[in-house]
């Protein structure tokens, strides 16, 4: 008879099987087996202080290493309150698997402990969500989900995993490697030739990538392709769309473009619905799209104006059109590229004039100057936060970033900056947020003590909730502004000393670089608390 194993150590060595070598986790009394069973498993538990948290590692783990991010949960609330991140991870097109515990089978409709419908509370905010059934089937279970988040456009996938088909025994039957691997999507010879030809005949082709494209294996992809044809691609992230002040001036040249390329990026309220007049209604689309509803979205938005539409992942498509293109000649429009180029690129003169600027509160402009010295090549900038995160990413240039994404919900940043160090432990992690997003997972700042996971988090603190008091100024007068007021100058360092780590509060500009680098000196988790001014994120138009 064929040795039998626990449900939990199936489930382990079905993880190790995957390439897992942590999990970000809050423990609870359904998963005490599966902690039980870790203790032969050399993977290593990150152990957080509130679950979103742990979904917000397992994200920006995935991100940065572009393995599959797990996170492991308890049942009932423990999972609910898991849930709240994953929208960021399905708008950021992030793989991850969140496991989670859950009342036994053979309790349900009993009323068990914490019986909750967790499946369909996760369900439409992953690709896929199950209740595992059998003990047996744990592997494949593991396998299939690490498939499904990776294949097509990549996005999270939920597990529930009930206590008595993680305690029970089974002999174990664990899957193949190959079958943790993305269904392959690739875009055919036929209409990467279609796609090419259509490039090659516009004037003003426009090349957007969408956030799945922000992975290692991502970036060489749009590397490459921007290299074979000799255009930039602009990447699509954020909430702000075409306002997207980490873009400059691009949807200027985007207005302009007779021939816009999606290279997996989804027509949505970031592109405006592909709308005049911030695409003309003249240009031909080219759709790569792995999502056939998501596809039908498109032809809703822009029926007869796609030129050419096709079904494959972005990643597998990018590096076809490369390989291709580099058979080809480059795109003749070098003009059109060197303009769009200095779109992106465009800041405000005045914003030189801002760096190094003494006194206080500080203007945003100078903390990003600032900041911006303090960028390596081996810098992981983390970005979230309302105004001040816009004010960020437009103002410092780092070779891997990680911001709130798409979904635009706040608060991930110190979850991220954690995560981001456990990617890159030589690395350097510089994180920025606003004072109302700090509040968050301030907690886990305790996490980074006890794991050791040292990052310089620079808090903009302007006592509001700006981005929300910007909306009542701007749409109701200032008069009516309320319910966006956080206390002036609180001590948001202290928590960080509090709880064992290095805290720096600053007042006024020539401070910054000795408070900084006290705090890259510290090698410790470190909040570096700056009085800021409370101003609109920047509108980077130049018409
Ligand atoms: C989870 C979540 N809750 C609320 C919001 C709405 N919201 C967007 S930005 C913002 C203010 C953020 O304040 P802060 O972090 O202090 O940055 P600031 O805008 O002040 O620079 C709020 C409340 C959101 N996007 N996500």
Known sequence: MQHELRGADILWEALKRGGVTRVFSLSGNHIMPVYDAAFEQGIEIIHVRHEAAAVHMADAWARLTGEVGVALVTGGQGHSNAVAALPTALADEVPLVLLSGHAPLNELGLGAFQE???????????KA????????????DIAR????????????????????????????????EAAYEAAEMPLSTESAKAILAAIHGAERPFLIAGPALNTPNGKRARAALEAALGLPIALMESPRGLGDPSLGAFAEMLALSDCVVLLG???????????????????????????ARIM?????????RIAVG?????????????????????????????AIREAIAYRPQAWQALAGKPG???????????????????????????????????????????????AGAIGAALPFALAARAARPAGRILAVCGDGTFGFHMAEFDTAMRHDLPF??????????????QIQARDYGANRTHGCELSPGTRYDLVATALGGHGEFVERGEDLAAALDRAFASGKPACVNVLIEGLPAPNLRRT
């Open 310 to 338: 096709a079904m494959a992942a972005p990643l597998e498509a990018v590096a076809t059109l490369a390989t291709l293109a580099t058979l080809a000649t480059p795109h003749p429009q070098a003009t059109w590229a060197t």
């Open 456 to 469: 310089v988090l620079v808090v903009g603190n302007d006592a509001k909730w700006n981005a929300e008091y």
């Open 145 to 176: 989900a690490f498939r499904i988040a990776r294949s097509g456009r990549p996005g999270p996938v939920h597990v529930s995993l009930p206590t008595d088909v993680v305690e029970a025994k089974a002999a174990p039957t664990l899957p193949a």
């Open 116 to 126: 909750t419908p967790q499946v369909d509370m996760a369900a439409p905010l992953c």
């Open 360 to 406: 206080g509160p500080v203007h945003p402009a100078t903390l990003g100057a600032a900041l911006s010295g303090y960028v390596t090549p081996d810098t992981v900038l983390v970005a979230d936060g309302g105004e001040i995160g816009q004010w960020m990413q437009a103002c410092i240039q780092a070779p891997e970033r990680v911001i709130n994404g798409v």
């Open 296 to 304: 039908t979205r498109a032809v809703t938005a822009l029926g007869a």
């Open 265 to 291: 990026k989804q027509v949505d309220f970031t592109l405006r619905f592909g709308r005049a007049p911030f695409v003309d209604a003249k240009a031909r689309w080219i759709v790569i799209e792995p999502d």
């Open 129 to 140: 969500a199950w209740l595992t059934q059998s003990t047996a089937g744990l592997g494949a």
